[in-house]
C-alpha cells in the first residue's frame, strides 16, 4: 500500500490541483487538517464549496481530518462529515487490511482510535521534533503524546501537521512513527510524505 499524506493545504486550489494530478500514484490519500485559510479573501462558504468538490473529486479512499482552520472559523465544524465518499473525524476504517482513524482538531478521544494502525490528527504528539517550531514553542498535542506514552494507543503511524517547519518531519515515540510534512505556502507544489506498508 502507498499512502500520499499531506497537510495544511490552506485552500490553496494549486496544491489540490497537484494531488488530483499525482493520486493515481498512491492507494490512499490521508490529509491532516486546515483545508481551508481564514485569511483567504474567498470567504469561508466558497472555500468549503470548493474544497468540498475537489475532496469528491479524488477516486482513491481519502481520510481527511480536521485542523484549527476547518473548525474555529465557521460555526459549522462538522461540514468534512457531510461530504460523501470521504473519511473524516472519529470515522474508523479498514483497507487492505490497515485500519485507519480520523481524529478531529477540537476535543479529540485518541482512546476510540485504540485498534487503529495509523491514526490522521492535525496535532502532533507534543514533545517531539515534529510539534516544535523553528523558535522552539511547542504546538502539539500534550493528550497525544500521554496516550501514547503510556501505552494506551500505539499505532504504527501518526500523521499530523499544524506545525508548517517542524524541526524533524518524521520521530519515533515508543513504537509509533510520526510524520508532519509541514507546509510551504511559497511553494508551487504542497509538501507530501509517501508512507508505503
Known sequence: MKILHTTDLHFNEEWFSYIKYVEPQYDVICITGD????????????QIEITAKFLKSLTKSTFACSGNHDIRLIWDE???????GIYSDNSIEEIDKIKFGCAPYHKANYE????????????PPA???TAIGPKGDDYGSRKLYYVIGKGIISPKFVLSGHIHNPMQ??????????YNPGCDKDSIKP???TIKI
Open 35 to 46: 483545508l481551508l485559510d481564514g485569511l483567504n479573501p474567498k470567504g469561508l462558504d466558497l
Open 78 to 84: 462538522f461540514w468534512l462529515d457531510e461530504i460523501e
Open 112 to 123: 476510540i482510535f485504540k485498534e487503529c494502525d495509523i491514526l490522521l490528527s492535525h496535532l
Open 127 to 129: 514533545r517531539t521534533p
Open 169 to 178: 518531519k518524521e520521530y519515533k515515540l515508543k513504537d509509533t512513527v510520526i
Open 191 to 193: 509538501r507530501i510524505i
